[in-house]
């Protein structure tokens, strides 16, 4: 799928973004505070922006082929 410049650097609020994932707003919040969530742009204290760009970076980051695979490289072959 491949989507122009300005749709996958537009800047969406928490809620649009946990929507835009199918996840919860406090998902993101735990993300943010422990690690391992998407990338996001901290415009003030109180003011947390997601790009579209990074969410599906994420996500696709995300992609398994079973509920055994850590997503980890095996670099031993």
Not at 7 to 23: G, I, N, Q, S
Request: aromatic share 10%.
């Amino acid at each position: 799928m491949t989507h122009n410049e300005d749709y996958l650097t537009t800047l969406l609020k928490e809620k649009d973004a946990a929507k835009f994932l199918e996840v919860s707003a406090r998902s993101l919040q735990g993300w943010r505070f422990k690690g391992g969530g998407p990338k996001f742009v901290k415009i003030s204290h109180r003011s947390i922006r997601y790009r579209k760009k990074e969410l599906i970076e994420w996500a696709e980051g995300k992609i398994r082929s079973s509920t055994s695979d850590s997503g980890e490289v095996n670099n031993d072959l």
